[in-house]
């Protein structure tokens, strides 16, 4: 009897202990952020310690993936952030559901060294903090001729070698936009001609990929030759397998923004603004870049071509982009998926 | 007096919190699929009148139905013989089983990649033995799914079945067998009906679980197989449309509560005492 | 516990389990490997994508909150489960049949759907914290498992034993501890292990009750996998092995549920 009261106590002193541990609430002067959460230690290193010796407050962080955190701040009604990361095609989103506050641009002043397509990429909201790219890899040494131009993925070759982003990615309505281009007309439109080419596609299709390690499989075990990717993964990609390349294509990679947003409810605007203000200057920039972080939009900073082989860098490349106008995108995205549904899903 | 409600005494504190936390703010979620503009029913009717969603509906219950049909089989071989294991190796066995669910699902992937690829294992060793020149297809169809979430929910089923068949008392079976039963006139007659309550038990979790699955359809299936759980994430996380995310939930929720008391059914015809 | 299966019976068992540890192989193998991918077999050995679990900072946090969220989910899910389920069996005249499908109820509505309308109707709506409602979405969650398997395995026990030693004058109290309860022992452990690692593992549900400073190991993970392509995901399987292993050994000792006994 003795023996199972002895036990029950300690079960007990168990379960206190384990409540006594559990997080302690938001103190004052609180700056709370949204953002994915990976590279933790160096987003600490470079941005969280400088920014929190700078204000003397605290930043907090809520992690996850853009439609889970949009989807909370939603059901918060704006609240519960202060800033808030997602790309381009996600803050659209945020801005038409009303859920984030116009920028007051004098509060900062490092906006005007940045690159003209990262001031103001969606109106008077957030700006963008980095850029990358979308476009074609492929196995050189399985893929002959190389790839040069969006409209290769159609090419009878490559049969059962192709994995496309799923249409739920950042990277798969893009690849309606090119289809529509490939057909001569405007998808957002008229998407009729763009699925027609997206039909034609699939015989080359082996699976649609839903994450950057999927693919990387993919690629890795043989499975496709060819795939769109956006350019951080190249790296990793080639460490798999060394003779995989970023396509050239004459018709240019795709341009996919971060940017930054300030909620509607956020109880610190100010704050806010000074932090997005830090996040530009070009100090951070620089260590950010050099250190493997996120590609640089303010201009002033300065690569070396070893540094900036994994980037999407420099003016020339960048003006050479094509953009993503998100707004029309979104208005057609739910009849987009429910077509490309049809296509994959029956 | 006390006494007559002993039982809802015990089951209170379970049946509270299911109700305040789950059944409520379900409700008042699925309450929002009734307040379309278009008419009380028309989201409903929407999702049955498309072909896509029809197809979804029943691949999703095609394959969750296999897959609880071959776990129930596979499981309830091997909780039988896990159940008679001695001591040290039983609780080895207990704990190797589970071992499956602890892969997160992105390695899991990754390592049926490995098996069922065009370069896999599998493949390798048809191709070695000369079964085919060209490597066959396998991942990406129903068939890698219903393996993938067999994989899965057997050890479920081994879990769930090893309490049940401990606890068929072993002068049982000998007395059955003293009476000139067969072995397997024993398994029919006795063991079979004495494990059916944790057979349903093991149904039920396996049927629900398949059938609400998203992260297992997602990488082992992709868009070419997809789910009634990968739909709903979909439109909920894609399309921001909650509104149908939740249709999409109350008609699974209607057609596994309706399974699940099916299943029931059948198991009190074999044995009253299933609760 | 003595009678031997048959030996066909323990070949079918060999190879079921041959399917189970089979990919696990696999998986330990990606682990070791000294590549920056997946690969297998492993090309090098090297412990480095374990050590990079902890030098993850984000996955050093939650790892403590997910350990403390499934302990705290379990333990509260079998104490008020262990009763219903025994009252599911012991007194099923005075209780609904429908009674049992309602414990069911946490698996059958999708799990985004459970988180969604949690944080929306609970943690917004009511203002609970966000720490006691990610509690609440694991318990309704791991519920099913500590009510229907401990069910099952109270089915099949005869409760004229239990009825005897109360009529020997054992407090009801008593005897439901030192009676019923040891009878059921690896349905219990069953329900504890499956109901430990749903709540371990689970990323549908906890995706929308984490919030600012809260956030569990496997949502991590995930956000991790979307940049970097590396063995650590691997590695992160192997150490949850582990730990399973060691919370079994953990509860076999202080809880004394030990199977030697049997």
């Known amino acids: ?346 | 007096m006390l006494k007559r409600y002993t039982g809802w005494t015990l089951a209170l504190p379970a049946t509270l919190l299911v109700t305040l936390f789950l059944v409520l703010p379900v409700a008042a979620t699925i309450a929002t699929t009734f307040a379309d503009a278009k008419g009380v029913l028309a989201p409903y009717l929407a999702f049955f009148a498309s072909g896509f969603r029809r197809t979804v509906l029943w691949r999703t219950l095609e394959i969750s139905l296999a897959t609880t049909a071959i776990s129930l089989v596979l499981g309830f071989l091997t909780a039988y013989v896990v159940a008679r294991a001695p001591g040290r190796m039983k609780s080895v066995l207990i704990i190797a089983a589970v071992f499956p669910l602890l892969t997160g699902v992105v390695v899991r992937s990754f390592a049926w990649l490995i098996i069922l690829g065009k370069n896999g294992i599998l493949n390798n060793v048809l191709v070695g033995i000369g079964v085919t020149d060209e490597p066959f297809s396998m991942l990406y169809t129903q068939g890698s799914v219903i393996v993938a979430m067999v994989y899965l929910f057997t050890p479920l089923m081994i879990l769930t079945l090893v309490g049940v068949l401990e606890n068929i008392p072993e002068d049982v079976l000998q007395a059955s067998a003293s009476l000139g039963a067969s072995p397997s006139a024993t398994f029919r007659q006795v063991v079979f009906p004495l494990a059916v309550p944790g057979l349903i038990v093991g149904a039920v979790l396996v049927f629900t679980g398949s059938f609400t699955s998203y992260a297992t359809p997602q990488l082992l299936g992709g868009e070419r197989q997809m789910m009634m759980g990968t739909f709903l994430y979909q439109r909920a996380m894609v399309n921001f449309d909650w509104v149908g995310a939740s249709t999409i939930a109350a008609i699974m929720v209607v057609i596994t509560v309706a399974v699940v008391l099916a299943m029931t059914r059948i198991a009190k015809r074999l044995n009253p005492m299933t609760t | 516990m003595t009678t031997r299966p048959s030996p066909a019976l323990i070949a079918i068992a060999a190879l079921v389990y041959v399917f189970l540890v089979g990919p696990l192989v696999i998986v330990i193998g990606a682990s070791l490997s000294d590549t920056t991918y997946l690969t297998f077999p492993p090309q090098g050995l090297s412990l480095r994508w374990f050590e990079n679990i902890f030098e993850i900072t984000a996955f050093r946090r939650t790892i403590v909150t997910s350990l403390q969220i499934a302990f705290l989910s379990t333990g509260l899910a079998l104490l008020i489960g262990i009763p219903a389920a025994y009252a599911l069996n012991r007194y099923r005249i005075q209780l609904p049949s429908w009674l049992s499908t309602v414990f069911v109820l946490p698996i059958l509505v999708p799990e985004i759907v459970l988180g969604f309308s949690l944080l929306k109707s609970v943690a917004v709506g009511a203002s609970f914290p966000i720490f006691v409602s990610l509690l609440i979405g694991h318990t309704l969650l791991v519920l099913p498992y500590c009510v229907r398997v401990i069910s099952a395995s109270l089915a099949s026990f005869d409760f004229s034993i239990e009825e005897a030693a109360i009529s020997l004058g054992s407090p009801p109290a008593k005897t439901f501890f030192t009676i019923v309860l040891p009878n059921v022992r690896a349905g219990v452990i069953a329900a504890f292990i499956l109901a430990f690692i749903t709540s371990i593992n689970d990323v549908s549900t906890s995706l929308f009750l984490t919030g600012p400073g809260i956030s569990t190991l496997p949502i991590q993970i995930l956000a991790h996998v979307e940049q970097f392509f590396d063995p650590t995901i691997a590695s992160v399987s192997v150490l949850l092995m582990f730990l399973t292993v060691a919370v079994m050994a953990i509860v076999e000792r202080t809880l004394g549920l030990t199977f030697l006994a049997k």
């Open chain 1, 1 to 346: 009897m003795t023996n199972a009261l002895y036990r029950s106590l300690a079960g007990a002193a168990c379960v206190a202990a384990l409540l006594a541990a559990a997080p302690a609430t938001a103190q004052d002067k609180t700056l709370t952020i949204s953002w994915w959460g990976f590279n933790g230690e160096k987003l600490n290193q470079f941005i969280v310690q400088p920014f929190q010796e700078k204000c003397g407050c605290t930043l907090v962080f809520e992690t996850g993936n853009n439609a889970d955190r949009l989807n909370k701040i939603k059901i918060r009604g704006g609240e519960g952030v202060d800033v808030a990361y997602f790309t381009d095609g996600f803050s659209q989103i945020g801005i038409e559901e009303g859920l984030f506050q116009p920028i007051d641009r004098s509060k900062v002043p490092n906006l005007a060294g940045l690159y003209e397509m990262a001031q103001a990429p969606q109106g008077e909201y957030g700006p963008a903090y980095t850029i990358g790219r979308v476009g074609i890899v492929y196995d050189s040494a399985k893929v002959n001729p190389p790839i040069t131009k969006w409209a290769d993925l159609w090419r009878d070759d490559l049969k059962s070698a192709v994995s496309l982003p799923g249409i739920t990615t950042t990277a798969g309505p893009m690849v309606v936009m090119i289809a529509g281009e490939k057909a001569g007309t405007d998808p957002f439109e008229n998407a009729d001609p763009a699925f027609a080419e997206i039909e034609a596609i699939k015989p080359n299709v082996v699976k649609n990929y839903n994450t950057g390690s999927e693919m990387i499989n993919l690629f890795s075990t043989g499975e496709i030759t060819v795939s769109l990717a956006q350019d951080f993964a190249l790296g990793q990609l080639k460490a798999a397998v060394p003779t995989v390349e970023w396509a050239n294509l004459e018709d240019g990679a795709i341009a996919t923004l971060n940017t930054v947003n300030i909620p509607k409810g956020s109880k610190n605007v100010e704050l806010a603004h000074e932090f997005i203000n830090f996040i530009l200057s070009p100090e951070v920039q620089q260590a950010t870049a050099e250190n493997g972080v996120d590609a640089p939009v303010v201009t002033s900073v300065q690569l070396t071509p070893e540094q900036a082989k994994q980037w999407t860098y420099g003016k020339e490349m960048i003006d050479g982009l094509k953009r993503v106008d998100y707004s029309k995108l979104n208005a057609a995205k739910s009849d987009w998926i429910d077509r490309w549904n049809e296509i994959f899903g029956m």
